[in-house]
């Protein structure tokens, strides 16, 4: 049984019809974010529901969920707060930006907060040269621009993340 | 002559709706060329306008349309909305702010080449891009301009929305296409071109989202009024995206021709504190790094005049660098970023950036010596001419024309005699 296919019909049809129907393994990327929308990341077993729907093996998924960065295979902190430090940011203070924010959250680049809410990356150009100090956030199947920053609003940025998120397991608690 | 012809949005608010970009002439090209234009008019006329690629490689575009066979079908156009160069960001504010523009240029190059599907790939970070594009389909498809039978001449298209996910390589063409087709982004080997066995191996053409956004002011008043802007060879209007030490960093929309000069302290403020410029890169990270003098600054950006300072205009992405920033540490920030990106497939790119980022860290590091500028310049010279496609070419620029006109920056880092904070030298 195809868990993903079951939990997502309607979306995966509209997926699979951007392409020819002898070219379904076009579909392999819009998949994967909609397998890892849930989690944040991906699972051996969505890996092989993907294969079977894009009808290619599971190491051909792998090797994709390998080769870009925007898949992550296993979980690593639910928001991921992608700090652009290339060489227009770096003009811009970037790195200084990114070394304030690793110590205000207590946590070094790659390593997960305590409460499992966060993690912060280092990354290439985002096409936001001109707005830097900026950073991205990636979690909870979305992708989101913060520009202009200072460390004050990053933290900002950081605690409204970390209220939704108790305010949901409020709703569910 | 100057006239903004696509960031209007600057001067015209909500220009992003749909009713207010057909209210100042929205889809009144497109209809135009489907009611009246044979495809290959349409062809001829951006031929005749002298629209360049807006890409980076600068190649004419009617010419590129005009490669794609005619016994062969179907054909595809796909936009390319990979934007991830360092220095660039023009594209991410056309989609944004002007994005009716780009959709009804996509339309008419896909109107040229008789393309019934058209896709647009977003690099996975334009996210909310996506969304926003799916939505404003959506609205074209609702207000009859997208679908079948468009306007009553029997024409189909539709447009989708294709997201990347984290892969500076597929903004090259053929690793676009190899990503679209749910395969690791690597570049294919050409020929054959996309031309002619592209998407799914059908006939394709792929251009930038900025030159398809030239294309409605193109059609609607002709080859010859678009002339009238730019230089001879190279016409028309460009998004210059400016970044770096800069007072006002931003898009500015100016004649190809502008010299640095213009753009840095008439449109850019000059640079913060006062300080001199020391070097510039006119096509972001993949730069040839050039050293500026007063000559320098008054030279016209367009695509020959560059190639005269042994440079290259590539998508107009031009980083200031003032006296401050030591080039040494410039180049190990683009190297980081190259061998970041290197796709893996031909050897001499995935290891000599790999091996470049190492000594450039030695040199950071305290741990090197004068030799290893040779060896970098060394290892640079044999990714050169070696690789499939230009990403190679690109990380040694910065590389070998820091090497060749800043060396005693070299020397400084390796003896440790400047302090530096974030590659400004104190």
Known sequence: MNQLLAQYPNEIEKILAKYPADRKRSAVTPLLYLAQRAEGYLSARSLLDIAEICEISVTDVASIVGFYTLYYDQPLGRYHIQVCTDLPCALRGAEKFLAQLCEQLGVQVGVVTPDGLFVI???????????????????????????????????????ALRQKVLQMKGVVG | MSVPMILRHHDIPDLDQLAVYREFGGFEAFRKVVATLKPGDVIQQVKDSGLRGRGGAGFPTGMKWSFCPNDLWPHYVVANADESEPGTFKDREILESNPFQFLEGLMIAAYAVQANVAYIYLRGEFWQIGLQLDKKIAELEQAGLLGDNLLNSGYNLRLYTHMGAGAYICGEETALLES????????????????????????????????????????????????????????????????????????????????????????????????????????????????VDEQVLDTPMDYESLVKLGASLGSASVIVLDET??????????????????????????????????IYKRIETGKANPEDIDLLNSVARQIQNKCMCALGEFAIQPVLSTIQTFRTDYLKRIERRETMVEGRES
């Open chain 1, 121 to 159: 990356e280092e990354v290439k150009c985002l096409a936001a040269c001109h707005r830097a100090p900026m950073f991205q956030v990636q979690g909870d199947g979305e992708m989101v621009y913060h520009e202009n920053q200072t460390i004050e609003t990053a933290l900002a940025v950081i605690e």
């Open chain 2, 180 to 291: 679209l087709e749910g395969f690791l982004g690597q570049p294919r080997l050409r020929p054959p071109f996309p031309a002619v066995a592209g998407l799914y191996a059908s006939p394709t053409v792929i251009n930038n989202v900025e030159t398809l956004a030239n294309l409605p002011p193109i059609l609607l008043n002709g080859p010859a009024w678009y002339r009238d802007f730019g230089t001879d060879k190279s016409p028309g209007m460009k998004i210059f995206c400016l970044s770096g030490c800069i007072n006002s960093p931003g898009n500015y929309e100016l004649p190809l021709g502008t010299t640095f000069r213009d753009l840095i302290y008439e449109y850019g403020g000059g640079i913060p504190e006062g300080r001199a410029v020391k070097g510039i890169m006119a096509a972001g990270a993949s730069s040839y790094v050039i050293p």
């Open chain 2, 325 to 358: 920033v030591n080039m040494a540490w410039l180049a190990h920030k683009t190297t980081d970023f190259f061998k970041h990106e290197s796709c893996g497939k031909c050897t001499p790119c995935r290891e000599g950036t790999y091996w470049m980022a190492h």
